[in-house]
């Protein structure tokens, strides 16, 4: 069924480019004042600290923790000797629940991964507690196999086949139109681990209390993290309290619960004293989820005319031995344009490391690398401008299902992001171009992000004094949800943004889904928008009582704008009708469904915090937002340095609520695109199966000085499909297309093709020698 | 951190008889040596620190003629920014100025600059030891495991750890001296002799030749038309805030066509700082052309041993050579 919605500004009472607003909790947080989860102060709160193994695998034969017993203040060493054996497993993210892993604590003394955490020492003070972590003697019997570190190791297992999981993708006769294809690029492309770190380490501070259990710690999941809880020491979702009223970065980090969250909760109703267990960086690698390795084997073709018309993307995937996690990136490769035959197929490996995760744009950083890098190769072969084949290949239909695009704004991303570069096409003979000694390239690559939408529930409250606060259990993760909540809620009902407060990050408000994958905004949105028309409404009935200010008029007709309520000539101040309403405040519940999701959404989500999502593709649309990456990049022919003076990036996400957070949302992933081009590399060791730069220090994320100059483009676009308000999201839009770009100027720039990232110095020097 | 008794002596002499006693170091800045605490590479049972030492030349910049004598208290950022060395040292200020970042440099001093540790990633945290069969010493690095960032130069089949600094290329290449203090009075020794090469090593651990006790005072530069014309270039993976994959500091003094003097000294591709002595000797009383220059750059990795990842040290580091003098030779000389 095709629905359409009036998105207008009349019908919605916002512009299609909302103001730019600055951050709501921006001040707070940059002047020190944020409460993090683990700044909560918690009386009487004793402090744990992990102990983890170094062996990849193997079996904890023996543990002595007498030393640490004997540390002054140490009040628990809590391992699989002392763990309960009747806690709850918790269903996975990957398999519709809400756990990172289907490791989640002490259950077993078996390991899976290289500093998997194996003891927790509970200690009056921090420093006694790693004191005492420090003295735990670890006795682990070998295990007959060797660990394996890596898919590309060369004792990796063979890649198996998950098309059960993730269906292949298969349209018309792929082998003919490439058989048939003017030039075709055939060729594999890599991408590292690599690891989110968020500022904000993870944390949880768990206090047993009344039977019921209050955890404090960073989330971008409340409902979820609640229900896992819950679930885990089987406990009803009303005695559990999830807290985080900020958080300092999530990318998908704290998305899922992790096992040290239900560590601290076990630990805590051991000693009968609330447990803070603070993680260190270094924690962070193995304590979390990661992204894993992946490996791309293309087969893309072009016609003569220069229109892409074939791909065959093969797409395998490191895992865990524990658990399968497959990233659907052949999904949204092989509805990118307008192809006439495309085959997407996805296979897992499974190595020895923590289950891997969704880190920003999960499936879409490593294979649009390998796609927007291999039609780059298909420009070169053919002699065409790059810019020209995506605009040829363009296409509102996609090609699998044929499905319309809800809107897709790739070609006006493209020509607007070309204009603002300055592009000029590639050079014609690559490594030609050069300024201030350097060797410069120019290259583009497509961006798209899919778009999901949850069910979503809000509570609006509108006081005597015109006061209003919204409140969701749902998280800023620093993509300004409290914003567009705020701005939302003033828009709706005609009252100045100063009155307005929200409040997130506490499961005790309105169930939520997950803030991730670019989802929150477009679907709470919604959720306001109706709760602030039932409050309207409410007032309406009130105004227009026998005795009202309003009396006779009818009460479906009214409007409110600028503190007044109207019904057609006749206006009100607010206030007086609000002062009428029994209590004087009025309290709403709004929730918003999508379209084509199941009514029972929301019991689900706050019972078990399932995700109902509504995925890239419906029955009657497909849904993306797009955009163009334009890069220059610098190569010291001496020293083979590689820069980005400078970037930019074109945009089209339908309405913008926030100029602003919507804009430094795009940058912050047009900076990160960078790192996970050229800087972001979690080394591994082949022996150990053990990461080796668990450290900010030797991982290297871009500093200000890598990132001299970086322009933003919002492409206006209307999008009456999509939603109620023809939003889309752009948290994890703009790094999607940022790898291949780099890749491709460094080609302009060297003339050497680099299809393993991260594409570092010594990549250059080699192709530029032979 | 394991607890530690904590002592701030304000003689030298004391200071250097309580760093004597077993279980002792010396605490300057703290940059290294904290993380080194932290992550229990470090063990002090005393942290002897000496920032209130009161004898003035500690804390000094001085010029004496055509000596330079920089104390060992001062700060990175002192030294960096001051106008004598930036006059009649430059490789020195920019050895400063390209590394760490501004809070580092603030709090990390010359003396204890030049003593950090490798930052291999293996050394640096002690639970490798249970799943690596390893022998000592334990800054070798991992000839097979991660090793991109480690030496070229001054290895042995198992020993590839390399040194991270920048300041002591521009000291080695200078052949500057370091004044030391210890328990029995004062001596000096050739900067090039601080560090011990890891065939050398007489013991696992013994990093530097300085004994028990001994605190370094100062280090003193001969300045010369070489000191004046000179450079330091360094290559690394992003543009600020990292350790030099290869880094050069360079002196150069010309006699009408053909090189009077040459300094090289080498980061980022050797186990201890380092020389290039037989570059150095390539050029000297040649005219520096680009060949003559690539012949230097060559026979300073003439004896290079290369592992697994880090092959690419050898060229680039020729190339780090390459331009540092190409530079000095194009200057206004």
């Known amino acids: 069924m095709t629905r359409t919605y009036d998105i207008s500004e009349a019908a919605t009472g916002l512009p299609m480019i909302g103001a730019p607003e600055p951050r709501y909790d921006g001040r707070m947080k940059v002047t020190g004042q944020a409460v993090y989860a683990a700044d909560a102060p918690v009386s009487g709160t004793l402090h744990a600290a992990l102990v983890l193994a170094p062996q990849a695998r193997g079996t904890v034969s023996a543990i002595d923790a007498a030393a640490a017993e004997a540390v002054p203040g140490v009040r628990l060493v809590l391992s699989h000797l002392n763990y309960p054996s009747d806690l709850e497993a918790v269903p996975t993210f990957a398999t519709g629940g809400t756990t990172q892993a289907s490791w989640q604590g002490f259950e077993s003394p078996e390991l899976h991964f290289a500093q998997q955490p194996v003891a927790l020492v509970v200690a009056d003070t921090i420093q006694n507690a790693r004191e005492g972590a420090k003295l735990v003697s670890l006795t682990v019997a070998d295990p007959a196999e ?539 060791d082949p022996r150990a199966a053990r990461f080796v730069n668990a450290d900010l220090g030797e991982y290297f994320v871009p500093v200000n000085a890598d990132v001299p100059e970086v322009a933003v483009e919002i492409v206006p676009e209307e999008d009456p499909h999509i939603n109620p308000l023809g939003m889309k999201g752009v948290g994890e839009l703009g790094i999607t297309g940022m790898a291949a770009a780099i890749a491709n100027a460094v080609y302009d720039a060297t003339g050497v093709r680099l299809r393993d990232l991260p594409i570092r110095m010594e990549h250059v020097l080699q192709g530029m020698q032979t | 951190m394991d607890p530690f008794f904590y002592e701030r002596p304000t003689e030298l002499t004391r200071a250097a008889a309580r760093a004597a006693e077993p279980g002792a170091m010396i605490y300057a800045g703290g940059t290294t040596m904290l993380d080194l605490m932290k992550h229990k590479v470090y063990a002090p ?109 001054g290895t042995t089949e198992t020993f590839l750890a390399s040194y991270p600094g920048d300041f002591a290329q521009s000291l080695a290449a200078f052949g500057a001296t370091v004044e030391i203090t210890g328990p029995d009075g004062a001596r000096s020794l050739p900067f090039t002799d601080l560090h011990v090469l890891p065939a050398d090593r007489e013991a696992p651990d013994q990093v530097t030749r300085l004994a028990p006790g001994e605190i370094i005072t100062a280090f003193r530069v001969d300045l010369s038309p070489a000191t004046r014309r000179s450079t330091y270039i360094k290559v690394r993976d992003r543009s600020s805030y990292a350790f030099a994959n290869a880094s050069c500091a360079a002196g150069l003094a010309m006699e009408g066509e053909t090189v009077a003097d040459v300094r090289l000294g080498l980061g980022g591709v050797a186990t201890v700082p380092w020389r290039a002595t037989a570059a150095e000797e390539v050029l000297r009383g040649e005219r520096p052309t680009d060949d003559a220059i690539k012949a230097a750059a060559e026979a300073a990795f003439a004896d290079a041993r290369t592992f697994h990842h880090n092959a690419f040290k050898v060229p680039l580091g020729q190339n780090t050579i390459r331009r540092a003098l190409t530079v000095l030779r194009d200057m206004e000389g």
């Open chain 1, 146 to 684: 060797a660990p394996v570190a890596s898919i590309f190791a060369e004792a990796a297992p063979e890649a198996r086949d998950i098309s059960d999981v993730i269906p292949n993708v298969v349209a018309g006769d792929v082998d003919a139109a490439l058989s048939s294809a003017a030039h075709v690029v055939e060729a594999r492309y890599t991408t590292p681990f690599q690891h989110h770190n968020p500022i904000e380490l993870y944390a949880t501070t768990a206090e047993w209390r009344d039977g019921g259990l209050i955890v404090q710690c960073p989330s971008q999941w409340m409902t979820g993290t609640r229900a896992a809880l819950a679930t885990k020491f089987g406990l009803a979702v009303e005695r559990v309290r999830v807290i985080a009223a900020v958080t300092g970065g999530g990318f998908g980090s704290k998305a899922t619960v992790m096992a040290h969250t239900f560590l601290a909760a076990q630990a805590a109703r051991m000693v009968g004293r609330p447990v803070k267990l603070y993680l260190s960086r270094h924690d962070m690698w193995t304590a979390g989820s990661h992204r894993p390795e992946s490996s791309h084997d293309l087969r893309v073709g072009m016609d003569a005319e220069g229109r892409l018309t074939a791909l065959d993307h093969a797409q395998v995937q490191q895992t865990s031995r524990m658990d399968d996690v497959p990233l659907p990136g052949t999904e949204m490769t092989t509805r990118m344009y307008g192809w006439n035959a495309v085959r997407g197929t996805n296979a897992l490996v499974s190595t020895d490391t923590n289950t891997p995760g969704f880190m920003r744009s999960p499936a879409e950083v490593p294979a649009f690398f390998a796609l927007e890098s291999a039609i780059d190769e298909l420009c070169v072969a053919s002699g065409r401008d790059p810019v020209e084949v995506r605009l040829a290949s363009d296409s509102m239909t996609e090609p699998v299902e044929g499905l319309p695009w809800t809107s897709r704004s790739l070609a006006e991303c493209l020509r607007r992001g070309a204009e603002v570069f300055g592009w000029e096409g590639r050079s014609e003979r690559p490594g030609t171009r050069t300024r201030d000694g350097l060797l410069i390239g120019h290259g583009v690559a497509s961006a798209m992000y899919p778009i999901y939408a949850s069910a979503a529930v809000v509570d609006v409250r509108l006081g005597s004094d015109l006061s209003v606060r919204v409140s969701a259990g749902a998280q800023d993760i620093g993509g300004g949800t409290y914003n567009v909540l705020t701005q939302m809620a003033a828009a709706t009902l005609g009252v100045p943004l100063a009155n307005v407060t929200a409040e997130l990050g506490d499961s005790d408000l309105a169930p939520n889904g997950v803030a991730g994958g670019s989802r929150q905004t477009a679907s709470l949105t919604g959720a306001v928008k109706d709760a602030c028309e039932k409050v309207i409404a409410e007032l309406a009935q009130v105004a227009t009582k026998e005795d009202g200010p309003l009396a006779g008029a009818d009460p479906a007709s009214a409007t409110v704008a600028d503190g007044k309520m109207s019904i057609g000539d006749r206006s009100v101040p607010l206030q007086e009708v609000v002062a009428l309403v029994p209590f004087g405040v009025v309290k709403m519940r709004g929730s918003w469904i999508p379209a084509s999701a199941d009514p029972k959404s929301i019991m689900d989500l706050y019972r078990r915090g399932a995700t109902s999502l509504i995925g890239f593709t419906t029955d009657t649309h497909a849904r993306s937002s797009f955009g163009a990456n334009f890069v220059e990049v610098s190569v010291d022919p001496v020293t083979f340095e590689i820069r980005v003076p400078r970037m930019v990036g074109a945009f089209a996400a339908g309405r913008i609520l926030n100029e602003m957070t919507t804009r430094s949302q795009l940058m912050g992933g047009m900076i990160w695109g960078v790192g996970s081009a050229l800087h972001e590399q979690t080394e591994v």
């Open chain 2, 45 to 153: 049972e005393r942290v002897i620190d000496i920032t209130r030492l009161r004898e003035p030349g500690l804390r000094e910049i001085r010029r004496d003629g055509d000596l330079l004598v920089l104390g060992a208290l001062v700060t990175m950022h002192q030294a960096a920014e001051d106008a004598t060395v930036k006059a009649e040292a430059p490789a020195i200020s920019e050895s400063l100025w390209l590394a760490a970042t501004q809070q580092l440099r603030h709090m990390a001093t010359l003396g204890g600059n030049v003593l950090q540790r490798t930052r291999d990633p293996y050394f640096r945290d002690p639970s490798w030891q249970a799943v690596l069969t390893r022998n000592d010493p334990r800054d070798s690095g991992e000839p097979e495991g991660a090793n991109r960032l480690g030496a070229v130069l």
